[in-house]
């Protein structure tokens, strides 16, 4: 059978093979599979290199794009059409490009190199900048925010200030809004293209007088639940109705560990925080405390402090799940491994999912820092907090004697809105939400 079947492979040949040469042949056969596999394998290697580099390749333009798309989107294109400045009797100069910008659909002009042209003075840091004019007169910027206090008078421009290479870039509205004896023209074809500001000899700040003596006085815009007067610094007429709501209850909400908040509740309000602190993305919370918030932040900067900033707004109920897990990891060791018991001291500290107030999107947790901690009441913009946040609806949610009724220990960074009417009866009396609602109830 064998000799048969090796009759019939040798068979084509012209000779029968000897043992030696069927050797030789089985051992180039066997060579010659051995390239084929290794010409596959090198090809199979090459086939992924390019796959490979084909996907780094497209990560990279993605990268590559977003960032340009990212840059554009925060950066706007400045028209190429120039900007002129037109002052002291026809006195044209045209903006080099490095003295004005044009972000958020508006331009923007240095504010330095206009003081250098009209002869205004500015002076200050890279918090806050004072211009003072001709007439004495002066607008102070806070730098990074669209607050501006013209005289004695806070105003908030559509954008807000900047400061670049030494230079305060503030947004062109503001002399279109707040100053007389100025025009600003735009070349309109289809859209902006340029830009000419002319000043008249008579350059002024627009100042509301009726609003400016109220504010030498002490503003007396507002009144507390008792009717007694509210003097702020700033002019927060326009936050009024966020303050003190008209319906003094509505925010009136009861929320801890027996008053959870369902799983899937999302406030249906929500609008990002101004004052969030720089080094994060936007904090959100409902509309009417973030806009009361907004005031008190105006107020703090009136009263001359600058350096506070929002690290939490509004958390989701799964958020809120993750912080209890993280904060229950770090009680382990504590506890021997105990989970149960670790969990226990974390909620001492950390909210359960449902029974935060941040799911509510009614509280900030602010501070100094970025990291919250207890030396923060030690601040003089604490003290001020505790004296005043009830004007703005605000109340001191943990304070410091009353863990026994909130279950929470003392947090001097977390701060409820609940609207004026309440809060000032709550602040005054010293008490907490629980206790509050307990002696109504
Ligand atoms: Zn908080």
Redesign the pocket.
């Known amino acids: 059978m064998n000799r048969n079947q090796n009759n019939r492979k040798t068979s084509s040949r012209r000779h029968p093979m000897t043992r030696e040469e069927a050797i030789l042949a089985e051992k180039k056969r066997a060579e010659v599979r051995k390239r084929q596999q290794q010409t596959r394998k090198l090809v199979q290697k090459g086939i992924a290199v390019a796959i490979f580099s084909l996907i780094g390749a497209v990560i990279c333009l993605i990268i590559v794009f977003s960032y340009i798309f990212v840059d554009f989107r925060a950066y706007d294109k400045a028209p190429d059409e120039p900007v002129k400045i037109t002052y002291e009797k026809d006195s044209t100069v045209v903006l080099d490009k490095d003295y004005y910008s044009y972000k958020n659909g508006e331009y923007y002009i240095s504010l330095t190199k206009l003081s250098q042209l009209c002869s205004f003075t500015l002076h200050g840091n890279s918090k806050n900048m004072t211009l003072t004019i001709s007439d004495g007169k002066s607008a102070s910027f806070d730098i990074g925010t669209p607050n501006v206090k013209v005289g004695n008078i806070y105003s908030v421009l559509k954008n807000p200030s900047y400061f670049s290479g030494g230079h305060l870039f503030v947004p062109a509205s503001f002399f279109e809004d707040l100053c007389n004896g100025i025009k600003c023209e735009f070349d309109k074809m289809g859209k902006v293209r340029g830009f000419n500001m002319i000043f008249d000899k008579d350059f002024s700040f627009r100042v509301n007088a009726e609003k400016e003596s109220e504010a030498i006085l002490g503003s007396t815009l507002s009144t507390s639940s008792e009717g007694e007067e509210i003097k702020f610094k700033a002019d927060l007429s326009d936050y009024e109705m966020y303050m003190n709501p008209e319906n003094k209850d509505e925010y009136l909400i009861l929320i801890n560990n027996s008053n959870k908040l369902s799983k899937d509740y999302i406030p249906d309000d929500l609008i990002e925080i101004s004052d969030t602190r720089n080094d994060r993305d936007k904090e959100k919370m409902r509309l009417y405390p973030a806009k009361a918030l907004e005031a008190m932040f105006i107020e703090m900067r009136a009263n001359g402090f600058y350096d506070m900033g929002v690290t939490?707004g509004y958390r989701s109920y799964e958020y809120q799940q993750t912080l209890v897990e993280n904060e229950t990891a770090q009680f382990l060791s504590q506890f021997d491994g105990d989970r149960e018991k670790a969990r226990e001291k974390a909620l001492s500290r950390v909210s359960a999912p449902g029974s935060s107030?941040?799911q509510s999107g009614l509280?900030?947790?602010m501070s100094t820092s970025a990291v919250l901690s207890e030396a923060f009441s030690q601040t003089a913009v604490y003290k001020w907090l505790y004296s005043n946040c009830a004007n703005f609806g605000f109340i001191l949610r943990f304070p410091k004697d009353k863990s026994a009724e909130t279950g929470i220990v003392f947090?001097p960074?977390?701060f409820r809105y609940v609207g004026r009417y309440h809060a000032q009866k709550i602040m005054d009396e010293g008490l907490c939400l629980e206790e509050y609602l307990q002696n109504i109830g």
């Open positions: 939490s107030e941040h509280c900030v947790d947090e960074w977390h």
